[in-house]
């Protein structure tokens, strides 16, 4: 599996403090079955400090360089989630953030608790830059629940959805269970991340995820979410959504849903 939402880097963010933290927890990814991530500390802030692409890029370079050392076949990417704002367009434009992979997608995180007006305007503006904007854990923003129009309108819209692992299992919440299951009821989820900060209430549960996903919509539909979609964001490829449980069929819909 590829994982492009993840907090590995040390001494980034919330994530890992150290080296050896951030090595822990590669080990982990390795056994949980992701062989290759896209690391995405917050930014462009973090608390007080600005996340710069330079130190993203020397981030990366120094764990992979680790990982090596160490003789752990693993890739590490750089990307950001990128707390969106007005002024998200024109930092993208000056190089001031990262896309993930060196791709044209970018990982952009709504607010959680109230909605950004012009959210819709953003991200048109950004898909006319040319870049393809992945909405993450949108699965978690409480007035999304309230109201299914949005992610029908940002779906229209061609924006892309990532939810996270942990919604799916219902650690964070029962709304947002219920909208990640939703969604996907919805044709409107691209990518399954872990979104991993560490190794205790924060880890990778994305194998345990997969399987849950393979018995609930069907291989192909797993596999694409954790798998072939990631790999098309490494490769800069465009997505096509297929109809998600939609090609599940009647009969398999009704047992989703009876379970
Ligand atoms: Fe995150």
Not at 35 to 56: K, L
Not at 65 to 75: T, V, Y
Request: hydrophobic share 40%; proline share 5%.
């Amino acid at each position: 599996m590829i994982d492009i939402h993840c907090h590995i880097l040390p001494g980034m963010d919330d994530g890992p403090e150290t080296m050896e933290e951030s090595l822990h927890m590669v080990r982990a990814f390795m056994a949980d079955g992701i062989s290759e991530v896209v690391a995405t500390p917050h930014g462009p802030i973090y608390g007080e400090r600005s996340i710069m692409p330079s130190d993203i890029q020397q981030a990366c370079f120094d764990l992979q360089r680790s990982l090596l050392e160490a003789g752990l076949d693993f890739m590490i990417h750089p990307g950001q989630e990128i707390l969106l704002d007005e002024h998200t367009p024109r930092l993208l434009q000056s190089d001031r953030l990262v896309t993930l992979a060196g791709s044209d997608y970018a990982l952009v995180e709504a607010p959680l608790f109230c909605p950004l007006p012009d959210l819709n305007d953003i991200l048109f503006e950004l898909r006319l830059m040319g870049y393809r904007p992945i909405l993450a854990h949108f699965e978690r923003a409480v007035y999304a629940a309230e109201d299914l129009s949005l992610i029908r309108k940002l779906s229209e819209e061609e924006a892309l959805f990532q939810i996270n692992a942990d919604s799916l299992l219902g650690l964070h919440g029962s709304v947002a269970k219920r909208l990640a299951w939703k969604m996907l009821e919805m044709g409107t989820v691209d990518f399954v991340s872990s979104d991993a900060h560490g190794l205790t209430n924060r880890k990778s549960h994305l194998h345990q995820v997969h399987a849950l996903l393979k018995r609930k919509v069907g291989s192909e539909l797993a596999e694409r979410l954790v798998l072939v979609n990631p790999h098309k964001v490494l490769l800069n490829q465009p997505i096509e959504r297929e109809d998600g449980m939609g090609e599940m069929g009647a009969k398999r819909r009704r047992r989703f849903w009876t379970k």
